[in-house]
C-alpha cells in the first residue's frame, strides 16, 4: 500500500495545511505527495518544493509537479487505482466536514482520521455541541441571530464564529452595537454560531486512538493569547507573544475534568484515530467549545505538542494513525463482502 500525504485543498485553510504537511513529510520522508489545489485540481509536488516553501501560513504554495487531476473526484480515482493510503493533512471545509472521506470510503480508500459521518457531525458546531450534551458535556447556551441585540443587553458581551469553520477563521467578539453590525453582515454569507462570552482561560484537549484500540486523552494545553483577547487566526500561528502552555496550569480536579470532556466528546461525535476538543475554562469548570476531527498537525499546532507532553514520538503518533486507518479499510471490506 502506498502512502500518500494529501494536502491544500479549495478552502482558507489550505496555508495551514501546508504547515501541517511540512511536518508530516519530516515524519515520513518516503510518502509521496498530493496538494489540492484551490480550484480542486491535483498535483504532484517534491519534498524539496514543500520544505522550501517559508511562509506557509501567509503565502500560497505552488506544487513543482504533474498535474494528475482536474478534480479531487479524478485524484481519488486515481488513489483507488495505486492502492493508496491517504494521510490527511487537510483542514477544513471538504476536507474536514465529511465529503471527502465519503469519496474515500465509496472506493474503500484508506486514509487516516474520522469518517464521513462524525467528520460532518463534530464539523456543524450547533450540531456538536448536541451531541456532546447527550454525552454530559457543558456547553454554552447558542443565541439566535434576531435575538442578538436583547442577548448583548443581558451579558454586555458575547462571541460569534462561524458554524462550520476552522483555525478561528471569522471570530467576533461583540462588545458593542458595531460589532453586532459586524455579525449581521457576516452572516449574509455563512452561518454563525452566537453564544454569551464566557470569561476563563483557554484550552485545549487531544484524544488519541492507539493502535491497539485503546483511547487516551492527552494532557491538556493552556492558551495564553498574545493580545489577551482571543485564539484568532493571527494569535494562533503569526504572533509570537502567544503563549501555548503544556501541560496547562490547572488544578489536578480541573485537569480530569477536561480530559474526560475531551473524551466524552471524542465518544458522542464517534471520532476515530485521533481529535482534539476546545473549551473556555472559568472557575465553575470546563464549557465545551468544539471538537476538530482533523486538527493542524505543524510545528506550531497544538495536537503534536500534546504528544510531546505524553511522551509519543511524531513520527510513532503517524505509524499508529496508519494502522488504524489500514485496519478500518480492511474491517469495511470485510463488511462488504458478508
Not at 59 to 76: N, V
Not at 123 to 138: C, I
Not at 172 to 182: T, Y
Not at 203 to 218: F, M
Amino acid at each position: 500500500m502506498r502512502i500518500t500525504i494529501l494536502f491544500g485543498g479549495t478552502n482558507k485553510e489550505r496555508l495551514v495545511s501546508v504547515a501541517s504537511a511540512q511536518a508530516l513529510h519530516t515524519a515520513l520522508p518516503e510518502a509521496d505527495l498530493w496538494f489540492w489545489e484551490a480550484d480542486d485540481s491535483v498535483h504532484e509536488t517534491s519534498g524539496k518544493a514543500l520544505l522550501g516553501h517559508v511562509r506557509p501560513f501567509e503565502d500560497p504554495f505552488k506544487p513543482d509537479g504533474a498535474r494528475l487531476s482536474s478534480a479531487i473526484e479524478q485524484a481519488m480515482d486515481r488513489a483507488k487505482a495505486d492502492g493508496r493510503l491517504l494521510v490527511l493533512g487537510l483542514h477544513g471545509g471538504r476536507a474536514e466536514n465529511g465529503e471527502l472521506q465519503a469519496m474515500c470510503e465509496l472506493r474503500g480508500i484508506a486514509f487516516t482520521g474520522s469518517g464521513s459521518a462524525s467528520s460532518n457531525l463534530a464539523f456543524d458546531k450547533v450540531a456538536a455541541k448536541r451531541f456532546a450534551a447527550l454525552a454530559g458535556v457543558n456547553s454554552p447556551d447558542g443565541i439566535a441571530l434576531d435575538d442578538i441585540e436583547t442577548a448583548f443587553a443581558a451579558h454586555g458581551k458575547l462571541i460569534a464564529k462561524p458554524a462550520r469553520d476552522g483555525s478561528s477563521y471569522g471570530l467576533i467578539f461583540v462588545n458593542s452595537k458595531q460589532d453586532i453590525v459586524a455579525v449581521r453582515n457576516a452572516a449574509r454569507t455563512e452561518e454563525y454560531v452566537i453564544e454569551p462570552f464566557v470569561a476563563g482561560t483557554e484550552a485545549t484537549c487531544g484524544v488519541l486512538e492507539q493502535a491497539d484500540g485503546s483511547i487516551i486523552a492527552l494532557p491538556p494545553i493552556e492558551i495564553v493569547p498574545a493580545d489577551g483577547l482571543g485564539f484568532d487566526y493571527h494569535a494562533k500561528y503569526l504572533a509570537k507573544a502567544t503563549q501555548e502552555i503544556c501541560p496547562g496550569r490547572f488544578s489536578p480536579e480541573i485537569s480530569a475534568a477536561i480530559k474526560d470532556m475531551a473524551l466524552r466528546a471524542h465518544l458522542a461525535l464517534s471520532c476515530s484515530g485521533y481529535s482534539r476538543t476546545d473549551f473556555i475554562v472559568p472557575n465553575k469548570g470546563p464549557v465545551y467549545l468544539e471538537t476538530n476531527t482533523l486538527p493542524g498537525l505543524t510545528k506550531a499546532s497544538l495536537y503534536p505538542k500534546a504528544l510531546t507532553a505524553q511522551g509519543i514520538d511524531f513520527a510513532d503518533f503517524l505509524k499508529g494513525q496508519i494502522a488504524i486507518a489500514e485496519r478500518r479499510r480492511t474491517q469495511t471490506l470485510g463488511r462488504a463482502v458478508d
